[in-house]
Structures are given as structure tokens and as C-alpha cells.
């Protein structure tokens, strides 16, 4: 009887194992299943990924320079465009800058510097019209320089970035848009002279204001890689 009883125990103790070892595999299966999923729902909360890219910009200008002549107490348009500007649909334009500069050319003696406005319509090209580092029109009595700058590509500063936080079509997609800059940019320049002293003399006049517009489009494309 104590062999019978012995077997039996040792029976017991050999099914007792193997549901214990059957319960700790189901435990363990369920334990890295949930540490899974944690880790898993923390990334898709997150937005997250363990993959970083690096995205630079390679940077190019497209300038040219405009002579316009305004008469007194009127105003002309320069217009500008992709086409104008030379640049092909699938460039990428960061931004617009201009200088604006004029001097008193009559020629006539103590003749002052007139009165010059200009401005950037907001209308007519695809642009970052809200872009709160626009300067969309300036003025000048004096004959100093005026910069204009309109920002056209949103969010584009030239500064290369990291993120962990967009995939490599997003990043694409985002740098992509070439709709951006279509269309034409009007600047318009208003002149009021200011004659000279001798100008109660009728061969002596002030009537018109050379301006001169240098522009520049800041194009770029753009590389992103995987690190
Ligand atoms: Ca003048
Ligand atoms: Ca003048």
C-alpha cells in the first residue's frame, strides 16, 4: 500500500508541475503581450516613432533688377512671376525679398528727395499671406532704402530640422507643394514729388522719380534621410 500511495503522490506531484508550468507559460505569454501593447499604444498616443530623420534644405536665388519711372502724383505696377523670374514649376520658392532705392535725379539744385510708397498686393500668387514677418509696403521721404519680404512657402526658414514625429511621406508631402509662388506678384510704386526751391521757374520742374527694384526669389529643394 505505501508503493501504491507513493506512485500516486508522485503522480500528483508530476500533474501539479506540469499545470504550474502551464500556468507561469500563460503568464508569461500574457505579461509580454501587455508590455507590448503598452509600449505600443505610448508610441501611436504619442506620435512618436523610433525612426528620426534629418531634413536639409539645399538653398538658390533667382534675382533681377527693375528701373521704373514714375511721374508725379501717379503710380506704376512691376509684376513679377515664376515665369517672369525664370523659374521652372517644380522649384520650390521660399520667399521674396526687395530693395527699393531712388535718389533725386532731376539734376536741379537743391532739389529734396521725393515721396515714394511702395506695396505688395495681396492677392494674384499662392503665398504665406498671413505670415506675421511679412513687410508688405514701406515708404521713404528721404531717399533711404526700403526692404520688402514676402514669405511664400509656410514654414520655411532654410534652417535644417530632426523629427521624430512625421513619417518620410509627410515630410515629403509637406516640403512638396509647388503651388506655392504660382501666380503673379504685383508691386505697386506711388511717387509725390518734391520740387526744387527753383522750381517757380517754368524750366525748372521736379516731375517724375527714377525707382529702382532689386528683387530676389530664395528658392529651395530639399533632401530628407533616415538616421
Ligand atoms: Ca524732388
Ligand atoms: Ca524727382
Redesign the pocket.
Known amino acids: 500500500m505505501k508503493d501504491e500511495f507513493s506512485i500516486l503522490d508522485f503522480l500528483m506531484e508530476d500533474y501539479s508541475r506540469r499545470i504550474l508550468a502551464c500556468f507561469l507559460s500563460l503568464l508569461m505569454i500574457t505579461l509580454s503581450f501587455h508590455a507590448i501593447s503598452f509600449f505600443y499604444v505610448v508610441d501611436v498616443e504619442t506620435g512618436e516613432s523610433s525612426i528620426s530623420y534629418s531634413v536639409s534644405f539645399i538653398s538658390n536665388e533667382s534675382s533681377g533688377q527693375d528701373l521704373i519711372l514714375v511721374a508725379d502724383d501717379s503710380s506704376e505696377n512691376l509684376i513679377l512671376s515664376r515665369e517672369i523670374a525664370s523659374i521652372d514649376e517644380q522649384t520650390k520658392i521660399g520667399y521674396i525679398e526687395f530693395l527699393v532705392s531712388y535718389s533725386?535725379s532731376?539734376g536741379e539744385f537743391l532739389?529734396?528727395?521725393?515721396d515714394v510708397h511702395v506695396e505688395i498686393s495681396t492677392s494674384g500668387m499662392i503665398a504665406d499671406w498671413s505670415n506675421p514677418n511679412n513687410i508688405l509696403s514701406e515708404s521713404s521721404s528721404d531717399c533711404d532704402e526700403m526692404i520688402l519680404i514676402l514669405y511664400v512657402y509656410p514654414n520655411y526658414s532654410g534652417e535644417n530640422y530632426s523629427t521624430n514625429e512625421s513619417s518620410m511621406e509627410e515630410i515629403q508631402n509637406n516640403w512638396s507643394d509647388t503651388s506655392f509662388g504660382s501666380g503673379e506678384l504685383t508691386v505697386t510704386i506711388d511717387v509725390n514729388?518734391?520740387?526744387?526751391p527753383t522750381s517757380a521757374i517754368p524750366s525748372i520742374q521736379?516731375d517724375d522719380e527714377e525707382i529702382i527694384v532689386d528683387w530676389t526669389f530664395h528658392l529651395f529643394d530639399f533632401q530628407v534621410d533616415e538616421f
Open positions: 533725386e532731376s532739389d529734396p528727395c521725393d514729388t518734391n520740387p526744387p521736379d
